[in-house]
């Protein structure tokens, strides 16, 4: 089973910047599509961003041009850099890959002040 560890989760005001990293256990991370996902208070989690084992990325219209998603195959390792952060995008934030869950690791709190 493949353990995730999330982590750079911080308190920022408006418009920082904050990158997030997931460190994957186990070999199999770069045979499998991986994404980001959030989750806010009284809120469903959501997919935020995915990159493909080629490295094909994609991501929700609300991050398209502020959020990048990379992978870094080589060190097991998935990547979320966050620029011009909003309020909206307070939330728990959490890797795995794409589809076929693996467990869920604890998360990263993201929190933007205004």
């Known amino acids: 089973q493949v353990r995730l560890v999330e982590s750079g989760g911080a308190l920022v005001q408006a418009g920082g910047s904050l990158r997030l990293s997931c460190a994957a256990s186990?070999?199999?991370?770069?045979?499998?599509?991986m994404a980001w996902f959030r989750q806010a208070p009284g809120k469903q989690r959501e997919l935020v961003a995915s990159?493909?084992?080629?490295?094909?990325?994609n991501y929700d219209d609300s991050v398209k041009g502020r959020f990048t998603i990379s992978r870094d195959n080589a060190k097991n390792t998935l990547y979320l850099q966050m620029n011009s952060l909003k309020p909206d995008d307070t939330a728990v934030y959490y890797c795995?890959?794409?589809?076929?869950?693996?467990?869920w690791g604890q998360g990263t709190q993201v929190t933007v002040s205004a």
């Open positions: 795995n890959r794409l589809v076929a869950f693996w467990s």
């Open positions: 186990g070999s199999i991370f770069g045979f499998n599509n």
């Open positions: 990159i493909t084992v080629n490295s094909i990325t």
